[in-house]
């Protein structure tokens, strides 16, 4: 997409020591100018597809090749940039056929400020047939400007003729150690803290994030604190919980709209009404996507919480994850009758995580799954 430079892999470099095959490989593929038209990103969930998915856009997309400084990097960094596009379902069974053809028709358009555009479709094994049929031609013989990175678990689980038409990149596990200390050599900060992060965000590169956000971790706060709570809690205080932790997880979004709003403000003149449309509907589920992150971080955030918690039960030596609350995971530990009560209340996590896949409203998610650990920690077992 833009010419070759010597530093074209310094953003790769930087952040995936922890996978440093893929990283050699990408950064191979952008200094040599070789880069595939699609690629197929293979891996368990926290191997860090996602974060290589961003790093290969910020590569492709800045003239730099990923100098991480420009307008063009911080743009793709915010998740803000026009020609940088990230899709996931927006159904509970998968992607919607509109989603796809939206996609196809977008995909013919010039790019808005780059030489080129790059869509992050995620989640791929839940392309359905009728969305995957749709799809081929384009994944196919795209635009030459025109970048698609799938992220899946499994080529098994992806529709062979998907497969076929990708280069597929396998991820491999990181230990939640290695990626801590991926964190701690990127951040500064000390270990524990970055075992944390880890365990709430997923994956090195998020957790990076999560550490330099002070409103995701005043949502980590609000989350603990109403957990501690709730052995003493009555309904108006469970309620007045789950409130506050909606609240807490939508308020790192108002940043992000306020960008999104100057960057359209800013650019309304040279755009057309129809890419102005495109743009403030790729906004909107730009600001769905992370408003449905932050709920499923508070709810990782529960059940490090509850998992150190059943640790102490057990009486297993073991460093725990919230080491900085350590007081709520002993208070925690105290109010169980025994491990079935932890079992239980991280399984109303799990259901949590389930009704927020079926577009359950957050705060009702959140209530039922605060009652239902209250019921775990004061019934006996």
């Known amino acids: 997409m833009a010419p070759a430079h010597d530093n074209r892999s310094r953003s790769l470099l930087a952040q995936f020591d922890t996978q440093p095959r893929v990283r050699d490989f990408l950064a191979r593929a952008i200094e ?39 307008e063009a990097c911080v743009r793709v960094a ?5 020609d ?10 998968g992607y919607l056929i509109a989603q796809v053809r939206d996609l196809i028709e977008e995909v013919s ?34 635009p030459a400007n025109v970048t698609f990175i799938l992220l899946g678990t499994s080529a098994d689980t992806i529709l062979p003729t998907i497969v076929s038409r990708c280069q597929c990149v396998p991820f491999r596990l990181i230990s939640p150690e290695a990626a801590a200390q991926a964190v701690t050599r990127a951040t500064g900060l000390p270990l524990e803290r970055c075992r944390m992060a880890v365990a709430v965000a997923g994956s090195p590169g998020r957790a990076t994030e999560f550490l330099k956000s002070a409103s995701r971790q005043e949502a980590r ?45 800013r650019d309304e003149e040279y755009l057309s009404r129809g890419a102005l449309k495109q743009i403030e509907e790729r906004n909107k589920r730009e600001l769905t ?22 640790v102490r039960v057990e009486g297993i030596s073991s460093e725990p994850v919230n080491a900085d609350v350590e007081d709520i995971v002993g208070r925690l530990a105290s109010e169980m009758a025994s491990s079935v009560s932890a079992v239980h209340a991280l399984e109303a996590v799990e259901a949590a995580e ?5 577009n359950v409203t957050p705060q009702l998610a959140f209530e039922v799954m605060l009652f239902d650990i209250r019921k775990a920690l004061t019934c006996p077992s």
């Open 354 to 358: 389930r009704a927020v896949s079926r």
């Open 78 to 82: 915010r998740r803000t940039h026009p």
């Open 221 to 265: 706060r609000a989350m603990l604190r109403a957990i501690d709570s709730l052995a003493h809690a009555d309904e108006a205080d469970v309620l007045s919980h789950a409130k506050a932790i909606t609240l807490a997880v939508k308020a790192p979004l108002a940043e992000v709209k306020s960008t999104q709003e100057a960057i359209l403000k």
């Open 32 to 70: 040599t100018q070789r880069t595939s038209h699609a690629y197929l990103f293979l891996g368990a969930p926290g191997s860090g597809k996602l974060d290589a998915a961003w790093a290969l856009a910020q590569a492709l997309i800045c003239e730099q090749g990923g100098c991480g400084a420009c």
């Open 84 to 93: 940088v596009r990230y899709l996931a379902p927006e159904s509970a069974t």
């Open 289 to 310: 996507a992370r408003e449905r992150s932050g709920i499923m971080e508070v709810l990782a955030c529960a059940r490090s919480l509850l998992r150190d918690a059943l």
């Open 109 to 142: 358009l010039a790019p808005v400020r780059a030489n080129g555009k790059v869509y992050i479709i995620d989640r791929a094994d839940q392309l359905r047939a009728s969305s995957a049929n749709a799809l081929l031609k384009t994944l196919e013989e795209p």
